[in-house]
Structures are given as structure tokens and as C-alpha cells.
């Protein structure tokens, strides 16, 4: 564990992984959306007319019904999707962590090697890489298990793997695509927890697609509520908590009463589906 | 909202320190494994055994049929006659295996050159592999006994020997591989993307790993193909009075009406043939076993 540390990139900031930091237009980890719209090419408008402002810090979910385009605006901040129309400002960058709904891992390589992945591909050695890989390990609790191979961990433990995965390169926003959808629900809790410490640890600008309200409430500074046909933002809710929050959080008045706000939005959102 | 209330509040401390409820899960799946192969131990024994009896009873049945009915040797030897006929003609036997061995090794390892070269090749272009693929597919559908005549007339005799082991083994590693590269997971060819990965990485990092178990798939089934096409090519030329490979022996014993010794050559062909089998399903076996599903003990 490196809890103790003052800053827990500052060992990590001097490793020879980038060269001169490039000058982005906006804060490194900020990322928006102006005006953006997306239609694919079979004709359906995932998105209309969306903006959308996340400042470096934050921990911004996004929520909706399917279909309301909140996975396609994460993959327009990541650049793996450009828009119809509209501009994206920051994001999209060799500084951008993903983490996709599923662990994505290579079956063929320890756990180890996956996570060295994005820096090999930055033309890293092994042993130049190993103190990030092994450090990101360590963040995410797994630093046994780097020899093992993705069939031989749990669920739980291979999203870890994952995260550490979007880690390891220090990302300035870390982008998650309903990322615990597929667990359990006390493994969910207990990521949950995990990604509290490491956002105030680290610091990391996050976006954070999820169905889940709760989930959304416990993690966040700040809901974007979605709703579908077209994908737009409808509402947008703070999180009256600090970002250092912990469990107990989840029985407080703030959390049942900001629950009670989001689900009301969702509501409003589902409502205007006329499938429902 | 009742199920996140109060009830279900999870105990406060650092979250990762030990992952708890997952570890003893998976020391528990390993110690498991190896227990149940302690116990199998005995079965699996039985499982050599098995067969092995069963082929002998076989062999000793033939014999006795043999025998006990007169048969000629010139109709049907006997098994001890091909035995002591192998041991009598080792010499010539012997170098005539070691021709054919070569050719179908030459063989197969050029077809995984030429067949992971051009699989790769496809993988890069739509175009190319659809201007090409045709060709794959004509020499694949186009029987080997058929073109061998042909290639006698062209090459010497020993290149289109190798030629037609070539051929043959060819397709099935050219189209496995190409099926293995284009089915990696498409959410980690869009993590290389992310992460600006170059045309060459995503082939060495993702495609190429990707694709080895498909590879090694299309690998046992060429093996198997150029000994067969070896085999068919050496008769072929061995009628235009060429080759000293094992085919070209049996047809040579055939003439001269040498039953025991074209039966010998059989065994020695049927020996390769496993021997094939059993060194790349072996290859395939220590290459997969870590990561693939297909390596696993089977269940049902």
C-alpha cells in the first residue's frame, strides 16, 4: 500500500514515459462536448445537441435509459468515435484511460504483462516499465497475482487488472464505461469503495457511465442525467459530499436525499420514452 | 433503495489491501485442480492401458487368422512377417522414411511461411485478400493427384514432390490464420487504437496471439495433409521411375509382388503419420495450455 505517500504520482511523474508534456487547449484533465451531435451511419441519432462540461477533479457520471447515447459520448471523449457535428475539447489524447464494461484483457498474457500493454506500445522495455506496472498493481491490490493468468482471477479481479491497466500510464482523465455492471453486487461495493480511494489518491479527472443511481450518487461530485430519442442531457445534479467520502456516507441524509433527486430525474427521462 | 440502506453498510478500512473473499477462491480453484489429478491417477493409467490392450488383441487376432487359415504371405502376411520383413529391409526402409520425413517437414514449413505470410497479407487489405483468395481456393479445390502429373513435367522430380506436400498443406494454415487474425476481440483492437498503437503492434501485440490458437488448429491439420500429399506425389512420380521416398518403395514391392514389404512400408507411413500428430498436438498443447480454453481438462 502507498497510502502514506504525499503525492502518489510524484514517483511515477519522473519515470521516462512521456517526452516534453504536449500544450493542450484546455486543462489537461478536462474534457467537453460542445454542441455535439452523433449519428451513425444506419440512420439513428445517438446524440443531439449535447454539452457538456467536465473540469479537471471532478467525478462526473453519466446516467440514462439505454439507448441514450451516454456510452457513445464517453467514446467521443476518448476519440474513439468522432462526432457528426460539435467540437470536442480535450480528451481524446495519449492521456485518456479507459476502462470498457467488460475487463478486455488478453487471455494470452499474465496479468503483468497486460498491464504493461500501454507502455509497451510507448516502445517501453520490461524492466523500464516494471516500477509503473508494478506500482499500478500495487494501487489496485493485486501486486501477488502478477504472474497468473486472466482465466485464473475472478470477475472482480480482472476489472482490477483493467483499471490498473488504465492507470499505469497516469492518465489525467480516466474515462469508465460502466465498468461493474457485470458483478455482483458486494464485489461492486466493494470497487466502489476502491475507486473513491484511488480518485482522491490520485486525483484523476473521471467520467463515468452507469445504470446504476446509487452507484452513481456514492461516486460522484456531480450527475449528468440522459435521456434517449435523441440523446440529450436533461438534468444535472451536484453531490453534496466531499470527494474523500467513505461508507458511511451511503446512510447519510445527502446520499438518500441525492438518490431521491437522480431517480426523479430518471424518471423524468424514461417517461418521455415512448416505449414505456 | 432499501438494499443500499444501513443494513448493508460494508465494514470502513482500506478497500485493497486484500481482496479477501477472491483470494481463498483462487488458491482454493488451484489446490482443487491438483487434487483431482492426484485422483485421476489410476483412471488415467486405465486409459493408456486400454487402448493399448485393445490394439494388441487386434494384432494378435490377424495373426492367429493368418495361421490358423494358411493364408500366403502374397495375399496377407502376417504381423510377425512384416515385423521380421522391417528388420530385413531396415536399411532401405529406413533412408526411404527419412526422404518422405524430410519432404513433409520441408513441406509443412514452408506452408507455415508462405500460409502466416499471406494470412497476414490479407489481414491488412480487404482488397488484396479478395484479389487473391481466389487462387487459395482453386489450388485448394483442385485435387493434388490431379496436378501432380503436371508439376512432374515441370520441376524435378523431388521439387514437385515437395511442391504437391506443399500445396496441400498450404490452405489449411493460410485460411485458419487468417480466421484467427481477423477475430480478436474488438474491444481490444479499439484499447490499441486508444492507446495509438501502429498498424505492426496491433499485428505483434494483438493479432498474432490472437490468432495462434486458430493457427495451431489449421497447423495439425497441414501436418496430417503433407504427408499425404508427399505420400500421393511419390507415387505419382515414382511411376515416372523416380524417388526413393516410402510411396515410391510400395509401389516398387508392388511390382515386384513384395506383399510383406509394402505392407512394412504401410507401418512405417501409419509411424509418421502419428508421429506428426503427436509432436504438434503436443506443440499446440505446451503453446496453449496457460491461457486457452481449449487446452483445459474437458468437462462434459
Known amino acids: 500500500m502507498t497510502l502514506g505517500r504525499t503525492s502518489p504520482l510524484s514517483g511515477m511523474m519522473s519515470s521516462p514515459l512521456r517526452g516534453p508534456p504536449p500544450r493542450p487547449a484546455v486543462k489537461a484533465g478536462s474534457v467537453a462536448l460542445r454542441n455535439v451531435s452523433k449519428t451513425f451511419s444506419n440512420g439513428t441519432v445517438a446524440l443531439s445537441n449535447l454539452d457538456l462540461e467536465v473540469r479537471e477533479g471532478e467525478f462526473v457520471s453519466l446516467i440514462g435509459p439505454s439507448g441514450c447515447g451516454k456510452s457513445t459520448a464517453l467514446r467521443i471523449m476518448a476519440g474513439l468515435t468522432a462526432p457528426s457535428s460539435g467540437t470536442l475539447e480535450g480528451g481524446g489524447g495519449a492521456d485518456v484511460g479507459f476502462v470498457f464494461q467488460e475487463p478486455t484483457l488478453m487471455p494470452w498474457a499474465t496479468v503483468f504483462d497486460n498491464v504493461w500493454l500501454p507502455l509497451r506500445l510507448r516502445r517501453m522495455s520490461r524492466t523500464a516499465a516494471a516500477s509503473a506496472v508494478l506500482e499500478a498493481l500495487a494501487l489496485v491490490g493485486l501486486s501477488k497475482f502478477t504472474g497468473s493468468y486472466p482465466r485464473e482471477l475472478s470477475g472482480g479481479m480482472k476489472m482490477r487488472v483493467s483499471i490498473a491497466r488504465a492507470l499505469v500510464i497516469e492518465p489525467r482523465l480516466l474515462l469508465m464505461d460502466e465498468p461493474f455492471a457485470a458483478l455482483d453486487e458486494i464485489t461492486r461495493f466493494k470497487l466502489n469503495n476502491d475507486l473513491i480511494r484511488l480518485k482522491a489518491e490520485l486525483g484523476t479527472t473521471v467520467v463515468f457511465v452507469t445504470h446504476s443511481v446509487y452507484e452513481s450518487v456514492f461516486l460522484s461530485s456531480r450527475i449528468v442525467v440522459m435521456a434517449s430519442r435523441p440523446g440529450r442531457a436533461i438534468d444535472d445534479i451536484a453531490v453534496p459530499a466531499p470527494a474523500d467520502r467513505d461508507e458511511a456516507f451511503r446512510s447519510s441524509p445527502a446520499y438518500v436525499e441525492t438518490c431521491r433527486a437522480a431517480s426523479l430525474a430518471l424518471h423524468g427521462a424514461m417517461a418521455e420514452d415512448d416505449y414505456l | ?300
Open chain 2, 1 to 300: 433503495m432499501s438494499a443500499i440502506g444501513p443494513a448493508s453498510v460494508i465494514a470502513n478500512g482500506p478497500a485493497f489491501e486484500a481482496p479477501d473473499p477472491e483470494v481463498p477462491d483462487f488458491e482454493a480453484s488451484v489446490s482443487a485442480r491438483t487434487r483431482t489429478a492426484r485422483r485421476l491417477a489410476p483412471s488415467t493409467l486405465l486409459g493408456y492401458a486400454l487402448p493399448c490392450g485393445v490394439f494388441a488383441a487386434a494384432i494378435a487376432a490377424w495373426e492367429a487368422l493368418v495361421r490358423f487359415n494358411d493364408i500366403p504371405p502374397y495375399i496377407l502376411p502376417a504381423p510377425s512377417l512384416i515385423g521380421a520383413t522391417l528388420i530385413k529391409d531396415w536399411a532401405i526402409l529406413f533412408n526411404a522414411t527419412l526422404v518422405t520425413l524430410r519432404t513433409t517437414v520441408l513441406a509443412l514449413g514452408l506452408a507455415v511461411v508462405g500460409g502466416v505470410g499471406l494470412a497476414v497479407l490479407f489481414a491488412q487489405s480487404k482488397w488484396i485478400e479478395r484479389s487473391l483468395f481466389p487462387f487459395a481456393v482453386i489450388l485448394q479445390v483442385t485435387p493434388i493427384v490431379a496436378i501432380a502429373p503436371l508439376l512432374i513435367i515441370y520441376l524435378s522430380s523431388g521439387t514437385a514432390v515437395l511442391t504437391c506436400a506443399f500445396l496441400v498443406a498450404f490452405f489449411p494454415i493460410l485460411s485458419n490464420t487468417a480466421l484467427g487474425l481477423a477475430s480478436a476481440d474488438h474491444n481490444l483492437i479499439e484499447l490499441m487504437q486508444l492507446y495509438r498503437a501502429s498498424r505492426w503492434q496491433g499485428l505483434v501485440h494483438l493479432r498474432l496471439p490472437a490468432a495462434m490458437p486458430y493457427f495451431l488448429g489449421g497447423l495439425r491439420i497441414g501436418g496430417g495433409l503433407a504427408l499425404i500429399g508427399a505420400i500421393v506425389a511419390e507415387i505419382a512420380a515414382g511411376s515416372a521411375g523416380q524417388g526413393s521416398g516410402l510411396a515410391y518403395r510400395i509401389v516398387e514391392a508392388g511390382f515386384r509382388l513384395n506383399i510383406p514389404r509394402m505392407f512394412a512400408a504401410l507401418v512405417l507411413i501409419s509411424f509418421c503419420g502419428v508421429v506428426i500428430h503427436v509432436v504438434l498436438a503436443a506443440l499446440s498443447h505446451l503453446t496453449l495450455r496457460r491461457w486457452h480454453d481449449s487446452a483445459r481438462r474437458k468437462g462434459i
